[in-house]
């Protein structure tokens, strides 16, 4: 099973400062299958990035995704009241999907 | 527009069972694969297995073999999960989410289904 380890855990910035989330997984990912999506409190998941740098359907160019290998980033270039989430990364590489364990941004 | 619309909240007893049903429109059924993935109370997310919407033919993430079952009613485009021997710890909130296929990422997902397992 591949482990995706996210840091940090909490993230607490002011609006407009950027944002930089890490992933790193246990075993080299191919780039073609690595995700992120965005929970905000009582609400379904929602893909933001998929194969690591591709900004789904109507998602603000804000959020950028790059990496490769094992270390992977997802940056939030200006942050807005509403970024206010938890941020998963996920694999897909493996017929046995992970995600990592989250990290929550905080807007002061 | 994609829908996937789950069932309501459940409340049950240890050892029971539960049927989670998480029905779609919008797309054509059988040509994306239907996922779980599991929430527990302020928890992060967990990968419960996908079915194959087109053989019916699921897989299991390794912590959800044994008690967790996936099937398929394509008549009516649902997706079902169903959880037996209910222990407290299934206290979760049950999720949907479709995939173009397994090496795509979970565009759709349900709205979710609270599952609550106490005496």
């Known amino acids: 099973e591949i482990v995706l380890t996210q840091s940090p855990g909490t993230l607490s910035l002011s609006p407009g400062e950027r944002a930089t989330l890490s992933c790193r997984a246990s075993?080299?990912?191919?780039?073609?299958?690595l995700a992120w999506y965005q929970q905000k409190p009582g609400q379904a998941p929602r893909l933001l990035i998929y194969?690591?740098?591709r900004r789904d359907t109507g998602i603000a160019d804000r959020f950028s995704g790059s990496g490769s290998g094992t270390d992977f980033t997802l940056t939030i270039s200006r942050l807005e009241p509403e970024d206010s989430a938890v941020y998963y990364c996920?694999?897909?590489?493996?017929?046995?999907?992970?995600f990592g364990q989250g990290t929550k941004v905080e807007i002061k | 527009q994609v829908q996937l619309v789950q069932s309501g909240s459940e409340l049950e007893k240890p050892g029971a069972s539960v049927k989670v049903s998480c029905k779609a429109s919008?797309?054509?059924?059988?040509?994306?694969?239907m996922n779980w993935v599991r929430q527990a109370p302020g928890q992060g997310l967990e990968w419960m297995g996908w079915?194959?919407?087109?053989?019916?033919?699921?897989t299991y993430a390794q912590a959800f073999t044994g008690r967790f079952v996936f099937s398929l009613d394509t008549s009516v485009s649902t997706a079902y999960l169903q959880i037996n021997s209910l222990k407290a710890e299934d206290t979760a909130m049950y999720y949907c989410?479709?995939?173009?296929?397994?090496?795509?990422?979970?565009?759709?997902w349900g709205q979710g289904t609270l599952v609550t397992v106490s005496s």
């Open positions: 989410a479709r995939s173009p296929s397994v090496g795509a990422p979970h565009d759709y």
């Open positions: 919008g797309y054509t059924f059988n040509t994306y694969a």
């Open positions: 079915i194959n919407t087109n053989t019916g033919n699921p």
């Open positions: 075993q080299s990912v191919s780039s073609s299958y």
């Open positions: 194969a690591a740098s």
């Open positions: 996920q694999q897909y590489v493996s017929h046995l999907r992970t």
